[in-house]
Nanobody
Framework: QVQLVESGGGLVQAGGYLRLSCVAS????????VGWYRQAPEKQRELVAV???????NYADSVKGRFTISRGNAKNTVYLQMNSLRPEDTAVYYC?????????WGKGTLVTVSS
């Protein structure tokens, strides 16, 4: 089992920045890929960024060049640095981890970008 807890969301003006954190507990050494997803009101959940155990990363086209996913030295933390935020980035952001061929989710953290 893997438990995920996100933090770092909040209200920011357009052009600003936030850094989201996700702390994993439980069977963290079984985790392969970790990622961030988001869900805006009345929209489907979408991939924002993902980091594989091999170190490769992948980003949604809408956030490339603005967002950066990284893993902490303790290996149980993953970050999402979000720069140049736009109102369309407003959403609940969820941390995701893949382990034992299962997908685990946190409860999400709300990011609101005002224009």
């Amino acid at each position: 089992q893997v438990q995920l807890v996100e933090s770092g969301g909040g209200l920011v003006q357009a052009g600003g920045y936030l850094r989201l954190s996700c702390v994993a507990s439980g069977s963290i050494f079984s985790i392969t890929a970790v990622g961030w997803y988001r869900q805006a009101p009345e929209k489907q959940r979408e991939l924002v960024a993902v980091s594989s155990s091999g170190g490769s990363t992948n980003y949604a086209d809408s956030v490339k060049g603005r967002f950066t996913i990284s893993r902490g030295n303790a290996k149980n933390t993953v970050y999402l640095q979000m720069n140049s935020l736009r109102p369309e980035d407003t959403a609940v952001y969820y941390c995701n981890a893949e382990a034992y061929s299962r997908s685990y989710w946190g409860k999400g953290t709300l990011v609101t970008v005002s224009s």
